[in-house]
Every structure is written in structure tokens, then in C-alpha cells.
């Protein structure tokens, strides 16, 4: 039975693999967007954790997962005699390649951990139910990258553990570079290893060949990450010698700079209690519920906490929790680790609980949440060549190269990269992120780049920029269809024929903009009204009222 379980919840993982939902910024801009500018030529916005003068984020463990694989395609269609794959290949190749990791190294090590042959296939059904299996998993985060190392750290320690007549120099060597991987994909690696690693040093003790392979390797892996690093950070034009002279070594500038709790207030202050009493739910739902009443919950589920991946698990959310800023993300490695401490009864109030809660956050974080912004984004570039067509611009000069400019509006900032390559394009491409900017200053700033009626652009003798406001003949805004603020625009204003009108172009359905939540001031009933009955992202083409 569990195993036709196991099987069915596969299909599940693959249909949010290939669905295109949005969970944080940091699934695109630390990870893909990386590597798209320098192997397809792409537009790439690097952030500033790239473009510091002392940079925290290493590309070594990112090449090894994200990089290598765009290579590959690119190399497989330059090979066919192609120019290069569309950006939408590219996008869903990377989601099969983390599903693809998630299936055969998680799942695989979630195996191993499970010593008893028993409750293995129980406990990947499980763990392959989670909506965390299904959505964070799957997607390109180095949160996930960290939850495979965290699990094959615990899986070769185990095994180093456990061999007591050979000093386990094979997975001593794997271990060295499962953790140096696991320290430059992200710093608070360390924090799940920390406690459970202390078990090896009885075996380093009797084999202390053990401790030199574990010691000499990590140096090798640790040089070679610190030298990628430092060859991508240093510009071409400096050579060998002074880049060596100059290292870039990432995780000690992240360590530095989180820290300074000053740097940390930049993106947000929690309690120290948020991991335990609020992320931890929102993660593991009635799971973490039994896990806190364990021993009223006997009947319902079985829970054992003696064990490494508990150990793992729990020591490293005391360690994260110490500092202020504290997302959800951070305690995905802990997921799987809890879910193989629970042994589910034969019960039906927890299977419909579980069933309920993964169903409803598998939906709304896989599918819906941010859900357009992919969509729309691999979309711009025939909605605003469809637009040109009929730009009065355009007509009136064909010799001028049309341009467009398009503001997203109330999302997560768009992924430059899924648009392609845009010489290949016959305008003009200009994207900008308003943020969180109010709808008064975004009309401000619409208003002061849309250009008059008629749009004519200015005679070629007189010199432009390209972001010039009057150098622009289309102006688009990408914007949430439940921001009722827009809805004044969307008719022409009969006495003021200079006021902006806004023309829905085009509309992707699955998309909920929970930012736009505003219960405080609309109520609970009127604000899941707007937000749910209104869901959906649209592109809106911007012009005065007169044209």
C-alpha cells in the first residue's frame, strides 16, 4: 500500500515541479538569474549580495546545480545548429533538475536515515506528502540545495559511525565535500551538523586516517571554491596573479555580514521565538502539533525524538534562532529530518488533518502564490510586440526602432532573465520594478513617461537616452487585477482627456498577491473577497485618455 503511496505522491511532486508559483525573490536572483547573463546573454539584474565590494554569495555550489545544466542545453543546442534554447526550456529544465534532486538524493537519503526496513516506505510517503516536498523542494532555492546536504551529512556520518573495522575513507572524502558545498551554498549549514558530528570523534580517535582524509579533502574542495569565487568576481581584465593575490572568499563575508545586527534590521527583525512558534507550523502543520503533545497524542501518532536526525533537526533551530531575522525557508532542512520521528497510527482524524493542510498550502504556495509573474514574464515579449504593431510612433517614423517600457506593480520583482535574449528583439526593452511604492507614486511616475497624443517620437537629429521619458512609445504596467486602486483608470476620463487610461492586455488567472491582504483596514470577509474573487495578474497597456 505505501509504496502505490509513494508512487502517487511522485505524480503530485512533478505537477508542482512544473507548476511556475513564485515562493521568494531569492528563488531567481540567487540562483538562475546568476549564470542566465553570462551563458545565454540574457538580461541578468545581479543583487546586491553579487555586486558588493565584498560579496557573501558563492557560485560554486550554484554552477555545480543551476550552471552546469544551462551549459549543457546550450552546448546540446548550439550543437543542432540552433542559436540557443527559449528561456521558458530553460526555466523548466532547472525545476526538472531540482525535482530530479529532490526524488533520488532526498528521497535516498530519507531511506538510509530510516533504519528500520519497516517504516522506511511509511516514512517517504510522509515526507513525500509534505507541500515542502512539493513546493520548496522543487524549486530553486539554496534552502533546498542545503536540506539535500544537511541529509547526506547525516547519511555518511552514519555510515563513518557505523563502519567500525575500516576508517570509511571513501565517505569520509564525500563527506569533506558534502560540507564545504553545504558551508558556501549557505553559512548556517554548519548549525545541523554540529551536534550529530561530535559522534565522530570516537571513530577518529581509533581511525585517525579518518580525520586526515576528512581534513586534507575539505582543504582541496575549500580551495577550489574559494578560487571559482574569486575568478568570477574579479574582472577579466585582471590577471591570474592579482586575482589570486585579491581572494574573494564568500562565506567569511556573510558570516561578517550577518553578524551585524544592523545588516540583519535591513530585511526584517522576528522574536527569537518565530522559528518554534511560527515557522515550524506554518511548515509542518498538524504534525508539529503532535510532535509539542507527544505524549497525549500516543494513540494518533508515535513520536521519537532520540535519534540524529532529531538531534540535527532541533540543535540547529536553538542555534538559528539566536538571531533576529528568522523566514520559514530557513527551517526546511528540518522537515524532512522531523517527519522521519513520526510514525503515523491508524488514525483518521490525523490522515484528514494532514491531508487537508498539505492539500491547502500545496495549492496556494505551489500554484497561485505569485503565480503569474513567470507566466507574464515569458509573455512580455509578444504582448508588447503585438502592441508596437499599432503604435502611432511606429507609423509615423518606420525607420525608428521602437521602444517599451513595462513596471511591474505589487509583486515580487520580476526575473529579467525569463525574457530571453533581446537583441534577437525588434524594440526596445526596458524593465522596472516599482516595489512597493504607493498608487499615487506609481501614477506620478506613469504620468511622467507616457507620452502625449499623438505618441510621435522626436525628429533623430535631436539627442535621446534611451530612458529618456520622451523617448518611449509604449508603457505597459504589470499589476494584480485584486488592486482595486487601478480601477478608476481602466475607463476614459470624459473632461480630462490628458488622465491615463489602463487597457488589459493580457490576464494569467492562477496568481494571489498575499502582500495585497489588508484586514485592518477593509475588513476579513471584503479583503478575501478582493484578494480571492479578484485574483489573477494582468498587463495593462498605459495611454492618455485621448488616444
Not at 485592518?520 to 497597456?541: F, N
Request: glycine share 4%.
Amino acid at each position: 500500500m505505501w509504496r502505490r503511496i509513494y508512487l502517487l505522491l511522485l505524480l503530485v511532486r512533478v505537477y508542482f515541479a512544473l507548476s511556475p508559483s513564485y515562493l521568494h525573490p531569492d528563488e531567481n536572483f540567487q540562483g538562475p538569474e546568476v549564470f542566465a547573463g553570462r551563458i545565454y546573454s540574457y538580461p541578468a539584474e545581479l543583487t546586491w549580495e553579487f555586486t558588493s565590494a565584498h560579496p557573501i554569495r558563492s557560485v560554486f555550489p550554484l554552477w555545480i546545480v543551476y550552471g552546469l545544466p544551462m551549459s549543457v542545453l546550450k552546448w546540446f543546442y548550439n550543437e543542432a545548429g540552433n542559436e540557443g534554447p527559449p528561456p521558458e526550456l530553460v526555466y523548466y529544465v532547472l525545476r526538472g533538475v531540482m525535482f530530479v534532486l529532490s526524488f533520488v538524493l532526498e528521497d535516498w537519503a530519507i531511506y538510509e536515515l530510516v533504519s528500520s526496513p519497516r517504516h522506511r516506505l511509511q516514512t517517504l510517503a510522509l515526507v513525500a506528502s509534505s507541500y515542502v516536498t512539493w513546493t520548496y523542494q522543487t524549486h530553486t532555492f539554496s534552502n533546498s540545495l542545503e536540506t539535500l546536504s544537511v541529509a547526506w551529512g547525516l547519511v555518511l556520518i552514519k555510515r563513518i559511525v557505523e563502519n567500525k573495522n575500516h576508517s570509511g575513507f571513501f565517505s569520509c572524502v564525500v563527506l569533506s565535500f558534502v560540507a564545504v558545498v553545504g558551508v558556501f551554498n549557505r553559512i548556517t549549514f554548519p548549525a545541523f551538523l554540529l551536534i550529530p558530528g561530535l559522534q565522530l570523534l570516537p571513530h577518529f580517535v581509533r581511525k585517525p586516517f579518518s580525520i586526515i582524509s576528512l581534513v586534507v579533502f575539505g582543504a582541496i574542495f575549500t580551495v577550489i571554491a574559494i578560487l571559482t569565487d574569486t575568478f568570477f568576481y574579479n574582472p577579466p581584465s585582471i590577471s591570474t596573479l592579482d586575482s589570486l593575490r585579491s581572494l574573494v572568499i564568500t562565506p567569511l563575508n556573510n558570516l561578517r555580514y550577518n553578524s551585524n545586527s544592523a545588516n540583519l534590521a535591513t530585511h526584517g527583525l522576528h522574536p527569537h521565538y518565530q522559528h518554534f512558534l511560527v515557522n515550524f507550523p506554518e511548515l509542518l502543520g498538524p504534525v508539529y502539533i503532535m510532535i509539542c503533545l507527544a505524549p497525549l497524542t500516543r494513540s494518533l501518532v508515535s513520536v521519537r525524538l532520540r535519534n540524529r536526525r532529531a538531534l540535527s533537526a532541533i540543535s540547529a533551530t536553538i542555534i538559528l534562532s539566536i538571531f533576529p531575522h528568522q523566514e520559514a525557508r530557513f527551517l526546511v532542512p528540518c522537515i524532512p529530518l522531523l517527519l522521519t520521528c513520526v510514525r503515523p497510527r491508524k488514525s483518521k482524524i490525523f490522515l484528514v488533518a494532514w491531508i487537508i493542510f498539505n492539500a491547502a498550502l500545496g495549492f496556494l504556495m505551489g500554484i497561485y502564490h505569485q503565480g503569474g509573474i513567470v507566466p507574464v514574464q515569458l509573455q512580455i515579449p509578444s504582448i508588447v510586440s503585438t502592441n508596437i504593431q499599432s503604435s502611432p510612433a511606429l507609423k509615423a517614423n518606420l525607420d525608428t526602432v521602437p521602444s517599451a517600457t513595462v513596471l511591474w506593480w505589487k509583486t515580487y520583482s520580476p526575473p529579467r532573465w525569463l525574457l530571453g535574449d533581446n537583441s534577437s528583439l525588434p524594440f526596445r526593452l526596458t524593465t522596472r520594478d516599482l516595489m512597493g511604492i504607493s498608487g499615487p507614486d506609481m501614477v506620478q511616475e506613469l504620468e511622467r513617461i507616457v507620452p502625449s497624443c499623438p505618441a510621435v517620437r522626436k525628429s533623430e537629429s535631436k539627442e535621446s537616452t534611451h530612458d529618456d521619458p520622451t523617448d518611449q512609445d509604449s508603457v505597459f504596467l504589470v499589476a494584480p487585477r485584486s488592486a482595486t486602486f487601478l480601477d478608476q483608470y481602466t475607463q476614459p476620463s470624459p473632461t480630462d482627456p490628458s488622465a491615463l487610461r489602463f487597457q488589459n492586455v493580457w490576464t494569467y488567472e492562477r496568481h494571489l498577491n498575499l502582500d495585497d491582504l489588508d484586514f485592518g483596514d477593509d475588513g476579513v470577509i471584503p479583503t478575501l473577497k478582493r484578494v480571492l474573487g479578484r485574483r489573477g495578474l494582468s498587463v495593462w497597456a498605459v495611454k492618455k485618455a485621448g488616444c
